[in-house]
């Protein structure tokens, strides 16, 4: 997940030259250089990588709760996302023009994966499975800023 989302931001910083520069820019009273906001954009990938994986968990583990499967444990639900991030790899693949191939690739992996692991683990319905995945589904994607 993390080396995904460091090539997430590779890809941005390269596309986008004027990133870089606006995270420069110091806030109130912190100076930061270009070089500084590079690497502070850089290391803290890994932690925004475990909040969204926390994040990610535990929305699954209550949208199962609410859709009544209350033998969900979080172990489990850790497992299955653990398993369905992997699609993050997919974030390597460079953007083709304005179309972000690797980010469309990994969503549809990700998801796919997610609903197909509730429905088997859990042995719900495919519409059920839908709903279940599609509830943490959308909040981590607009905390991604996909």
């Given at each position: 997940m993390s080396l995904g989302l460091a090539f997430s931001v590779?890809?941005?910083a390269k596309l986008e030259p004027g990133l870089l520069d606006?995270?420069?820019?110091?806030p109130e009273g912190?100076?930061?250089?270009?070089a500084e906001a590079k690497f502070l954009l850089f290391a803290t990938i890994p932690f925004v990588a475990a909040v969204l994986f926390?994040?990610?968990?535990?929305?699954?583990?209550f949208a199962?709760?609410?859709f009544g499967v209350m033998h969900a444990r979080l172990s489990h639900v850790v497992r299955i996302v653990g398993y369905a991030v992997a699609?993050?790899?997919f974030m390597i693949i460079p953007p083709m023009g304005e179309f972000i191939?690797?980010?469309?690739l990994m969503i549809m992996w990700l998801f796919n994966l997610e609903v197909g692991a509730v429905r088997w683990f859990y042995n719900l319905g495919f519409w059920q499975s839908m709903g279940v995945v599609l509830i943490p589904f959308m909040?981590?994607?607009?905390?991604?800023?996909?």
């Open positions: 590779l890809w941005r606006q995270l420069a820019v110091p912190l100076a930061l250089s270009a926390t994040f990610h968990a535990l929305l699954l583990y199962l709760k609410i699609a993050y790899l191939l690797g980010h469309f909040f981590v994607m607009t905390l991604v800023g996909v």
